[in-house]
């Protein structure tokens, strides 16, 4: 789920909602387990982020992509609180996958009477249809890897980033100054 559009645009009952679901959620799972965990001596929390939560991909995202980084950093802080009571935390960062409805389950901010906004969401909205990164959606089974291979130990990467997609942005995003990085994203959409 994700709620896009303008800032500006977005109501109370969206901006909750992407809360609750990508921050709220994990917050109550973990401290509901985390108890379990002190009295068996350890054990593991494996997040589902995004590659969105480590680098940004689509204007209007801007909270979708701020709930992801909320939960980056929630693991990474965890990450140091819990460490000393074996308690490990990992992230999946994948993009779009195959059979995911994520696009149909975008809440989009409007407002009928501000029409600033129109053509760059359509362009938005577009673009997530017909783009590259829409046709290279992660396989689910690629997923279902990494979760399994965090979670019996066979990888012991704090962070995975899943498909080409968020390979390919990750690597543009560390190869070129943020100013840059951002511009190149830029150009997709005006």
């Not at 480590?54 to 909270?63: D, H, K």
């Not at 129109?118 to 690629?142: C, F, G, H, W, Y």
């Amino acid at each position: 789920m994700g709620t896009y559009g303008a800032l500006e645009l977005a109501n109370e009952e969206a901006i909750d909602w992407q809360f609750a679901v990508n921050n709220r959620g994990p917050i109550n799972v973990i401290r509901k387990f985390i108890p379990h965990y002190r009295a068996n001596g350890g054990g593991m929390f494996i997040n589902i982020s995004s590659f969105m939560g480590i680098t940004t991909a689509v204007p209007l995202g801007s909270l979708y992509n701020m709930s992801k980084f909320d939960l980056e950093g929630l693991t990474e802080g965890l990450y140091y609180e819990l460490k000393p009571l074996n308690i490990k935390l990992r992230l999946i960062e994948q993009g779009g996958s195959s059979g995911n409805n994520f696009r149909e389950n975008i809440t989009w901010n409007k407002d009928e009477n501000i029409k600033d906004y129109d053509d760059l969401m359509t362009k938005v909205n577009n673009l997530m249809i017909t783009s590259e990164a829409s046709r290279r959606l992660d396989d689910p089974q690629d997923i279902v890897d990494a979760i399994v291979a965090v979670a019996t130990g066979e990888s012991n990467k704090f962070r995975t980033v899943i498909g080409a997609a968020g390979n390919d942005l990750m690597a543009l995003r560390n190869s070129v100054p943020i100013e840059e990085y951002l511009e190149t994203i830029a150009r997709d959409y005006m």
